[in-house]
Nanobody, 124 residues
Framework: QVQLVESGGGLVQAGGSLRLACAAS????????MGWFRQAPGKEREFVAG????????KFADDVKGRFTISRDNAKNTAYLQMYSLKPEDTAVYYC?????????????????WGQGTQVTVSS
């Protein structure tokens, strides 16, 4: 089973960019679909983006389409979330997660391995 560690969060001004990374331990990373979720204070955790084990399929939440991209490098056991044109409403703790599902899935119960999260704060 893999373990996940996120990095790359921080404070950025509105309109800026950040790239989050999710480093996985273990030798089976390439067999997991990966997802990024976020949780703002007082709100439920929500799906942001997902990518299949091969990287061939991706999905995005409507409010990040065209601004965020998701990718993975199976040789480096790492998944990425590149965020552009950040808005204050993107402020949240961002989590990466892994699933055995073959298709890209958007619900939290479908993911059984989670990282500890990284804070992203977008100032106006």
């Amino acid at each position: 089973q893999v373990q996940l560690v996120e990095s790359g969060g921080g404070l950025v001004q509105a309109g800026g960019s950040l790239r989050l990374a999710c480093a996985a331990s273990g030798r089976t990373f390439s067999t997991y679909g990966m997802g990024w979720f976020r949780q703002a204070p007082g709100k439920e955790r929500e799906f942001v983006a997902g990518i299949s084990w091969s990287g061939g399929s991706t999905k995005f939440a409507d409010d990040v389409k065209g601004r965020f991209t998701i990718s993975r490098d199976n040789a480096k056991n790492t998944a990425y979330l590149q965020m552009y044109s950040l808005k204050p409403e993107d402020t949240a703790v961002y989590y990466c997660a892994a699933t055995r599902q073959l298709l890209v899935v958007t619900t939290t119960p479908a993911y059984n391995i989670w990282g500890q999260g990284t804070q992203v704060t977008v100032s106006s």
